[in-house]
């Protein structure tokens, strides 16, 4: 299985909103409404901070918002904080019960 | 809340089998809530699923490790294991164990990651 495709990196200024995409096909993200998003710092376990495309876990900041349309899933993050810089990265189960991610994109907040 | 610690050896030889344990904490592998999940992220790389296991004891596994891989539960123990065969250098990573939850369709809870070296 591929990993799903997502930008090497993004940048925003403080205050301003990002949005970083995943792309799968129709065997993982476009056929299921299972994408999560992960937040990673360095030297530490992701952090899970969405769920099901578009639902925040309890704790996580309304600034964090998911989407999909079609093959693609996006995170949206608005009013971006110096405390956002951080890997992020998207998983979808598949039509072969099997889990994939994607290749993580490095946000840096300028 | 459910707590993950993994362990086991932080070095393997080439050819030989890699073998981590995870233990959990609050939470109970016997509860149907949760699939039991090892993932890696080698050095400066992106996230991989290994595979996963249920409470019944069905597997599911990364069809590119797929050969290789066993995974299996030890419920008296509360714990959970990884075996991963003829290692190389590409096994070379951190090694995760996290719980897929059920009812929110992700993997919600993780254990801190353990590195795996594979060298002579």
């Known amino acids: 299985q591929s990993a799903l495709a997502q930008p090497a990196s993004v940048s925003g200024s403080p205050g301003q909103s990002i949005t970083i995409s995943c792309t799968g096909t129709s065997s993982d993200v476009g056929g299921y409404n299972y994408v999560s998003w992960y937040q990673q710092n360095p030297g530490k376990a992701p952090k899970l901070m969405i769920h099901?495309?578009?639902n925040r876990p309890s704790g996580i900041s309304n600034r964090f918002s998911g989407s999909k349309s079609g093959n693609t899933a996006s995170l949206t993050i608005s009013g971006l904080q110096a405390e956002d810089e951080a890997d992020y990265y998207c998983?979808?189960?598949?039509?072969?019960?099997?889990?994939?991610f994607g290749g993580g994109t490095k946000l840096t907040v300028l | 809340q459910v707590q993950l610690q993994e362990s086991g050896p932080g070095l393997v030889k080439p050819s030989q089998t890699l073998s981590l344990t995870c233990t959990v904490s609050?939470?109970?592998?016997?509860?149907?809530?949760?699939?039991w999940t090892w993932i890696r992220q080698p050095a400066g790389k992106g996230l991989e699923w290994i595979g996963r296991?249920?409470?019944?004891?069905?597997?599911n596994y990364n069809p590119s490790l797929k050969s290789r891989v066993t995974i299996s539960v030890d419920t008296s123990k509360n714990q959970f294991s990884l075996k991963l065969s003829s290692v190389t250098a590409a096994d070379t990573a951190v090694y995760y164990c996290?719980?897929?939850?059920?009812?929110?369709?992700?993997?919600?809870?993780w254990g801190q990651g353990t590195l795996v070296t594979v060298s002579s």
């Open positions: 609050g939470g109970s592998l016997s509860s149907g809530t949760y699939y």
């Open positions: 099901d495309v578009s």
């Open positions: 296991i249920s409470t019944s004891g069905s597997t």
């Open positions: 996290a719980t897929y939850q059920l009812l929110l369709r992700t993997f919600g809870y």
């Open positions: 998983s979808s189960y598949t039509s072969s019960s099997t889990w994939v």
